[in-house]
């Protein structure tokens, strides 16, 4: 069955750094999404992505973060200058032909800014 | 800004017997109800939707009823089976080409053998 895939697993970065969170969306999906969850909150909207732009986005969704499709399979996150507060587990998550088919999930990436 | 509210953090069932999660709302712009299953290390599993269209959607074991009026859903699961031992998201799309899915906080359910 066709999944959706995030690479690191986990990942580790100090303050101020920059990372960039990998996904690889199932392969016939049109539109493409990150989501976070601080640990023992709840799942929280970040961004959508359809036909190579920002379809929508939440108020998290500030200037120290953009995606992007570099290619035809990955879809990335990429944080400019982490904050301890943007610690948390990031799903990144994909869906069919039209926005409103339900979106499956990547087993996530969790973030750990020191 | 909780327009998804779970308010029992937790629920235990024995096997065999019904699982009842609930689910309440404030948001009048939402349209479309989903609940995810959730495993620890994993991403949120789809398990069912429902229109607000409608008021009760089945699949096998799982039923989800909404109540408009009310601004409650619930999902059910009859009979239960200790592999559903999970944590179960409510979440809700707006009406409008939204994409964006607002989650509740969860339920974690333990279905006890």
């Known amino acids: 069955e066709p999944e959706v895939t995030q690479t690191p697993s986990h990942q580790v970065t100090q303050m101020g750094q920059e990372v960039i969170l990998r996904c690889v969306p199932i392969s016939n999906h049109l539109y493409f999404y990150w989501y976070r969850q601080i640990l023992g909150q709840k799942v929280e909207f970040l961004v959508s992505f359809y036909n190579n732009e920002i379809s929508e986005k939440s108020e998290i969704f500030d200037d120290q973060f953009s995606v992007e499709r570099p290619d035809g399979s990955n879809f990335t996150l990429k944080i400019r200058s982490t904050k301890l507060e943007d610690s948390a587990m990031y799903f990144c998550?994909?869906?069919?032909?039209?926005?409103?088919?339900?979106?499956?999930f990547g087993p996530g990436t969790r973030l750990t800014v020191t | 800004d909780q327009q998804v509210k779970q308010n029992s953090p937790s629920l235990s069932v024995q096997e065999g017997r019904i699982s009842i999660l609930n689910c309440d709302y404030t948001?009048?712009?939402?349209?479309?109800f989903l609940w995810y299953k959730k495993y620890p290390a994993e991403g949120p599993t789809f398990l069912i939707s429902i229109s607000s269209i409608k008021d009760k959607n089945e699949d096998g074991r799982f039923t989800v009823f909404l109540n408009k009026s009310a601004k409650h859903l619930s999902l059910h699961i009859v009979p239960s089976q200790p592999g559903d031992s999970a944590v179960y998201f409510c979440?809700?799309?707006?009406?409008?080409?939204?994409?964006?899915?607002?989650f509740g906080t969860g339920t974690k359910l333990q279905v006890i053998p």
């Open positions: 979440a809700a799309r707006a009406s409008g080409g939204y994409q964006k899915v607002t």
């Open positions: 998550a994909s869906s069919g032909r039209t926005g409103r088919d339900e979106q499956y």
């Open positions: 948001n009048s712009m939402f349209d479309y």
